[in-house]
């Protein structure tokens, strides 16, 4: 075993030791679990860091194992995969950092580090995953490792929280298994293969095909939030803001999208999904969610639910671009996995530090805050002008291609859904950048807490300034090698490479 | 060492064990622990000979078939072994500190024992050739088993014990009646010998369904269950879980070597549908009687009456040749991983039973802080009774479902699905009380008792080995192909 086949499990194990080592250290040893989170975080960049150099390269990552004669584990890195584990590993050093800052003074931090490094293993293993099996086995490890830390603070609304955030993701799970194993029943085992492999199976299965396909989508759709299956992810706003950043950005919903563009891409292939008419019912129902998520966002008064129907609505932008036929909107879409990831985990980080700082939870609460918290809440403005698509920022970046993507796929429409849903982001984010610039503040703030020289505590400010900054860099820089867009290109090229 | 002489080792060193145990009181606990550390290795040295040379079949003094008794061990026993050596180490670990913290009375010096005889009598009936030795065996485990069951000393316990003494011998007469029907049919006991001879003529059929309801009965498939709840969740946590886990997988396996290996299975079809309709009825009724529980215990003892009903899927799910294996592995190795996975959830809430004096499920909040390893382990054990990957159950149903989809048994397939979502809302149920904070005051330490290391890590250990199933099934299911039915290695089974 050289270090092709050792790479994948590296980068798993990179936060899965950590999370053990964690479990094991028990509650009070605060600089040894500091050293291993932010440690294992580390090499986990550094091994991504090297195998994304390799890809580029052209150099292949395989390891699998035999589990029955049939049934392979098997992790592999494509292009794909690693934009996946390279954004994971990006934003979760940072909201490691920030997770120490936000609860290293909170009880059961030992329980809540150990889940929190696991729920990374489980998200690298997704994005590495080679086949629907492997998938499936680190998807389901994301739901229980994810668990935990929802109902964290242990209150009875955690505690329902993540008990509707389990009905949904656990039958979704169950669905998850019935499609995978009648699929593996009809071609046997799924491997992913760029371009699909269904289309040579034989004619007969095609309506099969279809079934299964909807299932697949049901089973990823609950993650990914699509309406209407989108019901546990306003309710899982109860866990703390790290795994609420965590839940948005890195791990759960974009387990669900990217498990999506797997199954259009590399199990049924583009051509053959729409050769099927599977793919414009998936485009509608990303259109729906995306314009659902944004008009529900409009009427939330509290910051973290208004961020949670933004992101149902913007995680469907992945699926949007995933359905339109062409390789425009594609890279639009998938480039929106990483935008959306860093935009949606600076607003979070902000609303975090709103909560912990001066106990504001609620968007009628913002009154002239940027006074008192100005880089937070620049950060804030940021990342909301970019979810609105400002240019140069990310979401700019995003929207412009899916745009462009659908008017050359002859999808018209799409440009309607795409300016409707424009129209609601600044309808839902402009009054609270207007309100916490323009205002004056209403009196003192709800709890107040004086933390040092900084407007927060410094490792709750360093990481949202920084993705902040990744926002607008990420837009203006788009075209420079190993962007995000760059990178987004490469895998569509030898997607719909002829 | 020579397989044979570990295969008699398995029956003769805890027999002689137990009795040792019997009048030496003092030494029962260290020779107890000693034998099933020993077990593990012979176990071990057996499984691995089959693994390379195939079948093995040891004629006791050299008598042979039809006149003496034949051992016989294919990858189904070797398995059967295994689980049984291991199950039963992290069993009598627990129980040395268990029995040590609670007061139970005075009759708990027999567990030791009784756990030895179960030892023996369980790795005979895996190794069993013939039907007379495999009449004797499950007896002598009935006897020890009613003895358990019973070894708490209270009422509940006590009359617990007397109904599952009344249907087991209930069953054993039925068994025996089968067992005389089809000697003077055929004039022999020899599973091989009948298995060539087998005639599907009206003595065999009758022979066929008392012995079938015999042990459906001692398996407590529904709507046969009714014992089951109250004598696993009366006995205390140890026998619970060598109840659970070993007991009433050996009546199971011996269905399952009849029913494939000497009945004619292919004739028998309507039968086997008939067993898996009630199999598919018990995974839901169980479920829901599992999620209705205020005790912990009994939900745990429901959750296996719901999980028995996994196996005998296998007997509808093998009427198409392409699927059998699939089914027949998937349910072998079900329940080898539901074995592990049942005896650490028992034990796991035998201590948290000891901690709050009480298992109660309401008074569980705040158990994650107090007890955390504990309700880890039962967590982790939890995955495997919900199916969930990376646990062994997991890849079992996954290749129950292969079979149920493929031969297009979608009503099976759903009730699978469904089975794992209750099975989530039952074990949740329980994590999520034992997550609910509790004000600091009530948290006061001194309101639990503490739990030993031991019986914090064994549930533990055996909960991951249930897991470690999953992403180690490569050799255990290599192992299972040798000499079974259906089997893509052999070709077909011979006993």
Request: aromatic share 12%; charged share 10%; net charge neutral.
């Amino acid at each position: 075993m050289n270090l092709d086949h050792l790479l994948p499990l590296l980068v798993i194990a990179s936060s899965l030791i950590p999370g053990l080592v964690i479990f094991a250290l028990g509650e009070e040893r605060r600089r040894a679990r500091t050293i291993l989170n932010l440690g294992g975080a580390s090499v986990k960049l550094l091994l991504v860091a090297m195998m994304l150099w390799g890809v580029s390269q052209n150099h292949v990552y395989v390891v699998r194992f035999p589990i029955t004669q049939s049934i392979d584990f098997a992790l592999h890195a494509d292009p794909f995969s690693l934009l996946f584990v390279t954004l994971s590993a990006v934003l979760w050093f940072l909201t490691t950092i920030y997770a120490i800052g936000y609860l290293e003074y909170s009880p059961h931090r030992g329980r809540f580090f150990g889940f929190f490094s696991l729920c990374v293993a489980a998200t690298s293993g997704v994005a590495l995953s080679a086949n629907l099996l492997t998938f499936l086995v680190f998807y389901e490890m994301l739901t229980l490792t994810t668990y935990p830390l929802v109902v964290h603070r242990g209150t009875p609304e955690s505690i329902r929280g993540g008990r509707i955030y389990l009905a949904y993701t656990v039958s979704g799970g169950a669905v998850l298994l019935l499609a995978m194993v009648w699929l593996q029943s009809i071609v046997g085992p799924v491997e992913f293969v760029v371009g699909g492999f269904l289309e040579s199976a034989g004619h007969e299965y095609r309506n099969t095909f279809r079934w299964i396909f909807a299932l697949l989508i049901l089973g990823f759709g609950v993650k990914a939030a699509l309406v209407p299956l989108h019901g546990w992810l306003p309710e899982a706003m109860v866990a703390p803001a790290p795994v609420s950043a965590l839940l948005h950005a890195v791990a759960v919903v974009k387990a669900g999208a990217f498990g999506i563009v797997r199954v259009v891409y590399d199990v049924f292939g583009v051509g053959f999904s729409a050769e099927l008419g599977v793919a414009t019912p998936l485009a509608i129902v990303a259109a729906v969610t995306i314009l659902y998520g944004s008009l529900r966002a409009v009427y939330q008064d509290d910051l973290k639910r208004r961020l949670a129907y933004s992101t149902i609505s913007q995680v469907s932008y992945i699926a949007l671009g995933t359905a339109i036929a062409g390789p425009i909107a594609t890279v639009g879409g998938i480039v929106h996995l990483v935008h959306q990831g860093l935009m949606k985990i600076t607003l979070f980080f902000a609303a975090g530090n709103l909560a912990e700082t001066l106990g504001i939870h609620k968007v009628s609460q913002l009154n002239g805050v940027g006074r008192r918290m100005p880089w937070t809440m620049a950060a804030f403005t940021i990342a909301a002008l970019g979810m609105i698509g400002v240019p140069p920022m990310a979401g700019f970046v995003s929207k412009w291609l899916l745009g462009s993507g659908a008017i050359a796929a002859g999808q018209w429409w799409v440009v309607g859904v795409l300016t409707g849903s424009t129209v609601l982001n600044a309808i839902y984010f402009l009054p609270i950048v207007y309100a916490t610039w323009f205002k004056p503040p209403d009196g003192p703030w709800p709890h107040d807490h004086e933390r040092g020289r900084f407007e927060t505590h410094l490792w709750l400010l360093v990481p949202p300034v920084f993705t902040a900054i990744s926002v607008v860099l990420v837009g203006l820089l788009a075209s420079i090698p190993f962007s995000p867009l760059d990178w987004a290109r490469l895998i569509v090229e030898r997607e719909y490479r002829p | 060492m020579s397989a044979e002489l570990a295969m008699i080792g398995l029956i003769a060193l805890p027999l002689a064990a137990g009795i040792v145990a019997f009048v030496a009181r003092r030494v029962a606990v260290v020779l107890t622990i000693g034998v099933a550390v020993l077990q593990i290795l012979l176990a071990s040295h057996v499984a691995r000979s089959v693994f390379y040379q195939g079948s093995l079949r040891y004629e006791v003094g050299g008598w042979g078939a039809p006149l003496g008794i034949d051992l016989y061990v294919d990858g189904l026993s070797g398995l059967m072994l295994l689980m049984t050596a291991i199950v039963g180490l992290g069993v009598v670990v627990y129980a040395s500190s268990y029995f040590a913290h609670t007061r139970s009375g005075d009759s708990v010096v027999y567990f030791w024992p009784l756990c030895l005889f179960l030892f023996a009598s369980l790795n005979a009936l895996s190794q069993a050739g013939d039907l007379f030795n495999l009449y004797v065996t499950l007896e002598l485990l009935t006897l020890t088993a009613v003895a358990l069951i019973g070894l708490a000393g209270t009422v509940d316990a006590l009359a617990a014990a007397l109904r599952y003494l009344i249907v087991a011998v209930t069953a054993s007469l039925f068994f025996l009646l089968g067992v005389a029907l089809l000697y003077s049919s055929y004039g022999t006991v020899d599973l091989h010998l009948l298995a060539t001879k087998f005639q599907f003529d009206l003595p065999s059929r009758c022979s066929i369904v008392l012995i079938a309801v015999a042990l459906i009965l001692k398996t407590a498939l529904f709507p046969l269950h009714y014992w089951l709840p109250p004598a696993h969740a009366a006995a205390p946590a140890p026998a619970s879980a060598l109840l659970s886990g070993l007991v009433l997988k050996s009546s199971f396996y011996v269905l399952l070597r009849l029913w494939f290996d000497v009945f004619p299975y292919a004739d028998l079809r309507s039968a086997g549908h008939l067993l898996g309709v009630l199999g598919a009825i018990a995974i839901l009724w169980g479920s829901i009687q599992a999620i209705r529980q205020t005790h912990l215990k009994l939900l745990v003892a429901y959750s296996t009456v719901a999980q028995i009903g996994y196996l005998f899927l296998v007997f509808s799910l093998t009427s198409e040749t392409t699927v059998a294996w699939n089914a027949w592995s998937g349910a072998v190795y079900f329940a080898m991983s539901h074995s592990l996975a049942k005896a650490a959830a028992f034990l796991a809430s035998g201590s948290l039973k000891h901690a709050h004096d009480s298992d109660r499920i309401d008074e569980l909040a705040g158990a994650a802080q107090r007890q955390p390893v504990t309700i880890f382990a039962f967590a982790i054990a939890g995955v495997s009774l919900m199916g969930l990957p990376p646990s062994g159950v997991f890849l079992s149903k996954w290749l129950l479902l292969n079979s149920a989809v493929t031969s297009g048994r979608w009503s099976y397939a759903l009730v699978m699905l469904v089975g794992g979502i209750l099975a989530a809302v039952y074990v949740f149920r329980v994590v999520a009380k034992s997550l609910e904070n509790i004000d600091p005051i009530a948290s006061d330490p001194t309101a639990t008792r503490p739990i030993s290391p031991w019986m914090q890590w064994t549930p533990l250990a055996l909960a991951i080995a249930a897991l470690a199933l999953g992403v180690m099934a490569y050799q255990p299911l290599g192992l299972l192909e040798i000499g079974a039915p259906f089997s893509p290695a052999s070709g077909g089974g011979t006993p």
